[in-house]
């Protein structure tokens, strides 16, 4: 998917406008001409859809002029190297002795892993590298209406109640503290209790997602950076 400014920065055709549905909100897209991206001599699937991607950019500090899809994880290995700011498309990858495995459930071009929230439960979490929240969970509305809960945010959606807290969350054998996590009063997709982030992704400084072996790999779990000072 491309930026919408970006599509006419480079002076593609911007055709008639439809509807775009996704994490609960309601946007608008743009077919374009046809087009095909390239990554690390990988071609992607044709694609036409253009849409404003500015709100992410700002979400980012970063101009963002497009988006890669699960679908370009289908039949790759995929490796995100934090540390180094590298992204490597493997044709096999043997994980260390101390790297933590999960399993992948890939459903409708959706890829989740399983997660737990303590004190609130299992479930399965929708990868979105895309993403720079660390995660997203949902509760029920009564939890959310706690007394000693943190006020609610906009969410875009008027029946989607979300709080911002921070939990602790368990992956495999690994518990991590401190995790800002956005508590929400409905699931994203139906199946998922959540979606983890490159916020929580980043943590460590190497993450594979190996999509033929049905493999998540994470390795070199980084010290949390301390809290930015006012």
């Known amino acids: ?3 919408l ?7 593609m055709g ?28 990988v071609y992607s699937m044709t694609n036409r859809l253009a849409m404003d ?19 370009f994880f289908a039949g790759h290995i995929v490796q995100i190297d934090f540390a180094k700011e590298r992204i490597r498309l493997l044709q096999n990858y043997q994980p260390a002795d101390k790297a933590e495995v999960l399993p992948l459930q890939i459903r409708a071009r959706q890829i989740r892993i399983p997660v737990e929230v303590i004190g609130l439960g299992k479930g399965l979490a929708r ?4 993403c720079a929240s660390s995660l997203r969970w949902s509760v029920t ?3 959310l209406a706690s007394p000693d809960a ?24 690994l518990t991590l503290e401190d995790v800002p996590t956005g508590l929400q009063s409905e699931a994203m997709l139906a199946g998922e209790g959540g979606m983890m982030g490159a916020g929580l992704l980043s943590r460590f400084s190497i993450v594979t997602i190996d999509e033929p072996s ?17």
């Open 214 to 230: 049905g493999h998540l790999i994470l390795e070199g779990l980084l010290k949390p950076k301390p809290p930015a000072r006012p």
């Open 53 to 71: 991607l500015s709100a992410l950019s700002a979400d980012c500090h970063h101009q963002v002029d497009g988006l890669i899809g699960a679908e």
């Open 127 to 130: 990868l979105n590298t895309g």
């Open 150 to 173: 943190p006020k609610p945010q906009g969410a875009g959606v008027t029946n989607l109640i979300v709080r911002k807290n921070t939990q602790s969350v368990r992956l495999g054998s």
């Open 5 to 11: 400014a970006s599509a006419r920065r480079l002076n």
């Open 14 to 41: 911007i055709g008639q406008p439809i509807a775009v549905r996704a994490m609960n909100t309601a946007s608008s897209g743009y077919l374009t001409e046809s087009w095909r991206a390239r990554v690390a001599g």
């Open 141 to 143: 509305k009564s939890m």
């Open 1 to 3: 998917m491309l930026d």
